[in-house]
Structure formats: structure tokens, C-alpha cells
């Protein structure tokens, strides 16, 4: 203990990172089933981390690279038999969106990229400020926020990822999603609003088929992530009963100590639960 209180206190920050991270990285290169339906192995997952860390330093990224990965692996693990696309909604400057472009054009799926391009709109009381118990931490939102170009976006994509394999849809969601005519094999929302991530819902869980799942970045925020819980809304918006959360409130433990800002809600599951009794 005492040779590594002399270690100077930014390389033992990063050695503990690097500890807490090796568990999410080692299963995602030898896991034989992500992958496998594509023909991606070992060194073609070695060849995307490496991508995925330089793009952490050449973008802004709102999102982080175990995070990146974690998504990776639903991407990889999704067979091919699966019909459909994968879709971001809320893309900011298009960091996460040029490493799911470079793992989307391992597997042969177009990514559909859906944001303003204008930032947030205004949020309502409830949207202003989501708090995370497990963090302590509030995060504030207000118009405009998170705002990027569209050019700014295709311009990193086309530089560090692979612009050939995405679609773009602009405009706020609550006219652009509700319309949407595409199956989706995987959902990565970074919508910050409960008042965005609800006509995300309206127009994607439709589109999926059971087994896959829509993955969202603010996990830790109890009132956003409660939508995935309240059984009247997903009876009267969709027909279905509502399929829980997994993370929610702490993330998924993708670093150890410090968790993840990730979760996801899986379609069929409690249908498929309730069915079986």
C-alpha cells in the first residue's frame, strides 16, 4: 500500500482506471459470442479499441469509451438474423456516433443519427435539473444546450469513423420519431429530457424486435429513467407493460468503482415472463 501512496497521484488515478476498466475490455475481446455472427474476432475488436482511444482524444465525447464499448458489444452480440438498424438519438458533436459508425460498418448495419442540431429544447420545471442520488451530482439543462452543427458532426464521422454507413434524420424528436419507418436492431438515446425520451419510446420500441434493447445515457437519473417503470404510460402510449430498467440509478458496473451514466431497458422480457406463468 505504502508503494502506491509514492506514486504520483495522477499515474495512480490512471493505473486505477485502467484496473477498474480491464474486466468490461478483457470480456468484450474474448467473448467468442461477440462477434462471432460477423466474423469479428479478436483482432478486429483489439483494432476498434484502439480507434475508440484515439477518438477519445481527438473529440469532444460526452460519453465514455467503456461506455463505447459496452454498446460495441450489443451491436456485435445482435445476430445477423435480426432485422434492422441502429439508431443514436442525440448525437452532440458526433463522438459517440464515429465509433458506432466504425461498428456498424463491421456488421453491415446503417446507423440513423436523429438530433436537432439546434441543442436542447426548453424544458419544462420537471426537465431543468435530473439529480443522481448515487453520484451527488445535478445536472442543469436549459435551450439550446449541447448544440452542434450537422456539418461539424458528418465532419468528425468522416475523419476518425465512417460517414458511408450513416443516415441522418434533423429536427426535435417529437416530429421526427413518431413517423419512423425503419427497424431497429439496437437504440443508443442521449436525450437529457424525459420530455425527448418519450417520443424515442413511441417511435422505436415498435420497430424492435423482443430481445433487443435501447440503451440510455442517464442511468443515474431516477426521475428520468422512471418512464421505463410507469405501467400506465406504456399501457396507454404502447400497449404493453413496462420492461424496468437495468442500471438504474447507478449505471451498469462497467468500471469499478465508479459504475457508468449507462443503462438499458430489453423488449419481451416481462411479457415473456408473465406468459410463462
Known amino acids: 500500500m505504502s508503494s502506491l ?11 486505477r482506471a485502467l484496473v477498474g476498466a480491464l474486466p468490461t475490455i478483457v470480456n468484450f475481446v474474448f467473448d467468442s459470442d461477440v462477434g462471432r455472427d460477423y466474423g469479428v474476432g479478436i483482432a478486429k475488436k483489439l483494432g476498434l479499441l484502439r480507434a475508440f482511444r484515439r477518438n477519445a482524444r481527438e473529440l469532444e465525447v460526452l460519453s465514455s469509451g ?40 463491421l456488421v453491415g448495419r446503417r446507423l440513423i ?10 424544458p419544462r420545471d420537471y426537465d431543468e435539473a435530473h439529480a443522481s442520488p448515487y453520484t451527488e451530482h445535478t445536472d442543469v439543462y436549459y435551450e439550446g444546450r449541447f448544440a452542434a452543427s450537422l456539418e461539424l458532426v458528418k465532419s468528425n464521422i468522416e475523419r ?25 436492431a439496437m437504440a443508443f438515446l442521449d436525450v437529457d429530457l424525459i420530455d425527448s425520451i418519450k417520443p424515442c419510446l413511441l417511435g422505436i420500441w415498435p420497430r424492435l424486435e423482443d430481445g433487443s434493447r435501447v440503451y440510455v445515457h442517464e442511468a443515474r437519473s431516477l426521475s428520468f429513467v422512471s418512464i421505463f417503470f410507469d405501467a400506465q404510460w406504456w399501457d396507454d402510449a404502447l400497449g ?38
Do not use: M, W
Request: hydrophobic share 40%.
Open 160 to 184: 476518425h469513423g465512417r460517414l458511408d454507413v450513416c443516415d441522418f434524420v434533423v429536427g426535435f424528436f417529437d416530429k421526427t420519431l413518431p413517423g419512423l419507418d425503419r427497424d431497429v
Open 5 to 15: 501512496r509514492s506514486i504520483e497521484p495522477r499515474v495512480r488515478t490512471a493505473l
Open 66 to 105: 467503456l461506455e463505447h464499448v459496452e454498446l460495441a458489444a450489443a451491436i456485435l452480440r445482435t445476430p445477423r438474423s435480426v432485422a434492422g438498424d441502429v439508431i443514436e438519438c442525440g448525437c452532440y458533436k458526433g463522438g459517440s456516433s464515429t465509433n458506432l459508425s466504425l461498428t456498424c460498418a
Open 240 to 277: 404493453e407493460p413496462a420492461p424496468g430498467f437495468v442500471g438504474a440509478g447507478t449505471g451498469l458496473p462497467l468500471s469499478v468503482p465508479s459504475g457508468s451514466e449507462l443503462g438499458y431497458a430489453q423488449k419481451g422480457i416481462v411479457a415473456a415472463r408473465r406468459a410463462a406463468r
Open 113 to 122: 443519427i436523429c438530433d436537432s442540431f439546434e441543442g436542447l429544447p426548453e
